[in-house]
């Protein structure tokens, strides 16, 4: 995932733009407690991993969730609040989205989806998030 998160800070640094900076360890704690509340992770290293490089990701209609409440696009708290007000979406955790996609961990099946936007099919599916993300990045670098 570093790789393509590298590509993607060289291509926006080309056009005088910055991706945000990587996670506080005092802001991964917020995140991790929320996380903790909601959905009984004790721990997420894969999202720790993504945090650390890059805190959030908006970039060519993909959007990777961090914690940036003043960003809420990317903001992972406010989005899951958007996203998990119906019943049939509580049981995912929403990590991201694109124009056409969202990028979740299904609670109920312990795995990573990719789910078809507005229906909510699942049209793919993954052992963890560094391969969801991975493939979510290589989609939208051009």
Same mark, same amino acid.
């Given at each position: 995932?570093?790789?393509?998160?590298s590509r993607i800070r060289t291509i926006e640094q080309e056009f005088?733009?910055? +991706?945000?900076?990587? $996670?506080?360890?005092? =802001?991964?704690?917020?995140?991790? #407690?929320? *996380?903790?509340?909601?959905?009984?992770?004790?721990?997420?290293?894969?999202?720790?991993?993504?945090?650390?490089?890059?805190?959030?990701?908006?970039?060519?209609?993909?959007?990777?969730?961090?914690?940036?409440?003043?960003?809420?696009?990317?903001?992972? +708290?406010?989005?899951? $609040?958007?996203?998990? =007000?119906?019943?049939?979406?509580? #049981?995912? *955790?929403?990590?991201?989205?694109?124009?056409?996609?969202?990028?979740?961990?299904?609670?109920e099946e312990e795995s990573f989806q990719i789910l078809d936007k507005p229906g909510g099919d699942?049209?793919?599916?993954?052992?963890?998030?560094?391969?969801?993300?991975?493939?979510?990045?290589? $989609?939208?670098?051009?």
């Amino acid at each position: 995932m570093g790789y393509y998160i590298s590509r993607i800070r060289t291509i926006e640094q080309e056009f005088g733009n910055e +991706i945000p900076n990587p $996670i506080s360890k005092s =802001e991964y704690e917020n995140i991790l #407690k929320w *996380l903790k509340e909601n959905f009984g992770f004790d721990e997420f290293n894969d999202y720790y991993n993504f945090l650390s490089q890059v805190n959030g990701l908006s970039f060519n209609g993909l959007y990777l969730y961090g914690f940036q409440p003043e960003h809420p696009n990317i903001d992972l +708290i406010n989005s899951n $609040i958007i996203w998990r =007000e119906h019943n049939w979406t509580k #049981k995912f *955790l929403f990590l991201g989205d694109d124009e056409i996609s969202f990028y979740v961990w299904n609670s109920e099946e312990e795995s990573f989806q990719i789910l078809d936007k507005p229906g909510g099919d699942v049209m793919e599916e993954y052992e963890n998030l560094n391969e969801i993300f991975e493939e979510a990045l290589k $989609i939208a670098i051009p």
